[in-house]
């Protein structure tokens, strides 16, 4: 008996689901991200209000002053949905493993002076309590935004941060200091230093406006507390003692570089928007900027001493500048 392999082409009837279709048109084929983005947001057919807040639906998007034609226009750059995220996370996660894995195996920690173990650990351990809070309100961003663009890239967000402070928490364990993980937790809680950034990131879990809050904690916060600490304090370290603590951290620089591509790409899009998104963009960066200036003062104080000034303006020269990229003038 014979037997004869062909190969068969056969043309699929259409190239996407419907929705899709209906945005990109129907010979379009749509990338996962946009699969498993675009207008999955329930919009009818809710069945109550919720009974702590009656005057909105279950997802409404009039819980913030932010107006969208299209919540959708807000896509995640970085085209991250949950299986681009996790594997993108889990390289980094390889990479901040091993870094700690040969800070170990070579004893760089326990040669590390202990003076700049002392100054170090001051000031980054307590950071691991604003990781935490952005955790919160990263999670309330996601409960109660608007469209699935935003909801699920802010998710992603509040599972980053959880990870910030949990290798935070491990640069006490890898210098062997539990003693300055107490300290630390009692700087937080009682140390004058810390009071004004710790009643600041408390203010926000109480945020109403899921877009502001967002402003507040992604933009502002991190955008002038990464900068200075993650780069410009691990740059005196690394010239006084060492690079030792840029290598233990070095999940945070990158995590903040990608993730401030994301919140730049959102903050245009919606400022572009309307003449009235941006002037409520820019009211809110200036009010919140001026608040975290005066809370990461006393952090600059401690990280770079007489020069703690011109380190905080130049972080915020920066933040200056990735608002003026995004069309909003401050």
């Known amino acids: 008996m014979q037997i004869d392999l062909r190969t068969v082409s056969i043309t699929p009837l259409r190239q996407t689901f419907g929705h899709l279709a209906r945005r990109m048109g129907a010979d379009k084929p749509a990338s996962r991200y946009m699969e498993a983005t675009m207008d999955l947001q329930p919009v009818e057919n809710f069945h109550y209000r919720p009974t702590w807040e009656p005057q909105y639906d279950i997802f409404d998007a009039t819980r913030t002053k932010i107006v969208m034609k299209d919540w959708y226009a807000l ?75 935003i909801t699920q890239a802010a998710c992603y967000a509040s599972m980053d941060q959880l990870g910030v402070a949990q290798y935070v928490t491990r640069l006490g364990m890898a210098f062997n200091d539990l003693d300055a993980l107490a300290s630390a937790k009692n700087a937080w809680l009682n140390g004058q230093e810390w009071q004004a950034l710790r009643h600041w990131v408390e203010d926000l879990m109480v945020e109403k406006d899921w877009f502001a809050l967002m402003v507040a904690q992604d933009f502002v916060l991190d955008g002038l507390l990464y900068p200075l600490i993650y780069d410009r304090f691990n740059d005196k370290l690394n010239d006084t003692y060492g690079p030792v603590f840029s290598m233990l951290t070095r999940f945070q620089r990158e995590w903040f570089g990608e993730t401030a591509k994301w919140m730049d790409s959102i903050l245009k899009v919606a400022a572009a928007e309307s003449p009235e998104n941006k002037a409520v963009l820019a009211g809110w960066i200036n009010t919140f900027r001026e608040r975290a200036v005066n809370a990461l003062i006393p952090i600059a104080e401690i990280a770079f001493g007489d020069t703690a000034g011109s380190e905080l303006d130049d972080a915020v020269q920066q933040l200056h500048a990735r608002a003026a990229k995004a069309g909003i003038a401050l």
């Open 75 to 149: 896509k995640d750059p970085r085209q991250y949905y949950y299986g681009t995220w996790t594997l993108a996370r889990g390289r980094m996660q390889e990479t901040a493993e091993g870094d700690f894995d040969l800070v170990d195996e070579l004893g760089l920690a326990a040669a590390y002076p202990d003076a700049g173990k002392d100054h170090a650990l001051s000031v980054f351990l307590p950071l691991r309590h604003v990781a935490w809070a952005s955790n919160l309100n990263n999670g309330y961003v996601s409960a109660y935004g608007y469209g699935i663009a």
